[in-house]
């Protein structure tokens, strides 16, 4: 069986590093791939956003599942045009990614279907969001619609800090499109925690909790990046609470899209907040997370490619999927710099090294190989990443696995797994 993943991150790797472990033996092909994904599968040039040439490749190699991972393809269509073709794919219409493509339609799919969300309103009209800003209490929150690449969310500690928020996403356009309108809402507080689930628009069977640490530096302090760790499982994940949120937010969220004509086939992903009112949907995503997709996997023991044709045939609740009762840790390795400007092309060393411990297993975000040498070739570069009986041990273990790998101008969290319990 031919197997084709769309994306080149740490994703992605870790994706193909879970398929390559399938019984079924899948030969893996990834468009574009990075350098340690190299390893594991045949890297095509192609870029994840370019629908047609995907296509093209899939149906020339006979390519029998395609995993569309990041959510850019997903919103363009590549699903619709993949199945157009004849070809099986994973991962939801373009119908349906509008979950995560617009956060006007999620926000009101909440609403009408009695989800749990922060109160908000709508505006397509900058003195009107303007004007109501005027009669909010702070902080609050200013969401541009549309994909901004993580970065159309804006908390406002006070009226100017809004009312800028609202002119550089309106007026000024900085994120294009994305800005068109303006989600302004209400402010929550609360650790978040992501759930991610597989579905195929019958059965929705959730996967393990995740909790990432999205600021640069320790302590939570610096910029937010795209993430610098994660871990699994997130202690404040109870049972109560999961019950909680199969039966308030997972369930009907899957039915809602059921009913509004838009079936969500593939990940979807939970973004949600412990609040002292109960959990909430702080946000929703048409697919895996990165970094959390790197300590999800890890604990799945049922075959992934088994699962992924199960979702893309509508026969999920035909199949059981199990979880082992262990823990795992992310930790990222960044270039200085990152989230801001870094160098790009360093020589990475170590990573035999750390790997040779068979708890450890290092997923690639930003590499490209060079000869047999891994070069840094983004951002993020690495995230390595332990299991363990439980967080304490798996955290001890990944840090191990980072201390044994160097680049120039490295920069990691010494902190990732240990943030507080309470809500
Ligand atoms: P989003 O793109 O909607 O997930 O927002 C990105 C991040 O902004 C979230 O992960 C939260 O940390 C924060 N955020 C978004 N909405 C709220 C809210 N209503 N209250 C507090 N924080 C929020
Ligand atoms: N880690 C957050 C995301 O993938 O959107």
Redesign the pocket.
């Known amino acids: 069986m031919k197997v084709l993943v769309v994306g080149g991150g740490g994703?992605e790797h870790t994706i193909l590093w879970k398929l390559a472990q399938s019984p079924q033996k899948p030969e893996l092909f990834a468009a574009p791939g990075n350098g340690g994904i190299a390893k594991l599968a045949k890297c095509v040039d192609i870029k994840a956003t370019d629908v047609e040439g995907v296509v093209k490749f899939a149906k020339e190699n006979q390519i029998d599942l395609t995993v569309v991972a990041p959510?850019d393809p997903l919103m363009l269509g590549m699903v619709d045009r993949l199945e157009e073709a004849g070809l099986k794919a994973f991962g939801p219409r373009q119908n349906a990614a509008i979950i995560e493509g617009s956060k006007v339609f999620s926000k009101e799919l909440m609403k009408k279907y009695g989800i749990p969300t922060a109160a908000y309103e709508v505006f397509d009209d900058s003195a009107k969001a303007i004007s109501y800003l005027e009669g909010v209490s702070y902080p609050t929150v200013v969401k541009a619609e549309g994909l901004a690449l993580?970065k159309g969310v804006i908390i406002a500690a006070n009226f100017e800090e809004a009312k800028a928020a609202v002119e550089e996403i309106m007026c000024d356009k900085v994120f294009g499109d994305a800005g068109s309108r303006v989600v302004i809402e209400e402010f929550l507080t609360g650790q978040e925690v992501?759930v991610l689930a597989f579905t195929d628009g019958k059965t929705l069977y959730p996967m393990v909790s995740a909790q990432?640490h999205?600021r640069a530096y320790d302590n939570d302090e610096g910029l937010n990046t795209?993430?610098m760790g994660?871990f699994s499982p997130s202690r404040l994940y109870t049972e109560a609470i999961h019950n909680e949120c199969m039966e308030n937010i997972f369930m009907p969220t899957m039915k809602a899209m059921n009913q509004e004509g838009r079936t969500f086939k593939g990940v979807l992903?939970f973004?949600l907040i412990m609040t002292k009112n109960g959990v909430k949907v702080i946000?929703y995503?048409a697919?895996?997370?990165?970094?959390?997709t790197q300590v999800v996997l890890p604990r799945l023991k049922t075959d992934l490619l088994e699962i992924f044709l199960a979702v893309a045939e509508e026969r999920l609740g035909e199949m059981t999927v199990e979880w082992a009762d262990n823990a795992a840790v992310c930790v990222v390795m960044a270039s200085g710099g990152y989230p801001k400007e870094y160098k790009k092309g360093l020589p990475i060393s170590g990573l035999d090294i750390a790997e040779a411990d068979e708890a450890i297993t290092v997923f690639h975000a930003g590499t490209k190989l060079d000869g047999e040498t891994f070069l840094t070739n983004g951002g993020r570069v690495l995230g390595v990443t332990a299991v363990g009986n439980d967080l304490e041990a798996a955290i001890l273990k990944a840090y191990e696995g980072v201390k044994k790998i160097h680049f120039d101008n490295v920069h990691y969290r010494t902190d990732i797994g240990r943030k507080k319990e309470t809500i």
């Open positions: 994703r959510d993580g992501s990432d999205k795209g993430g994660t992903y973004g946000e995503n697919r895996f997370g990165d970094p959390e």
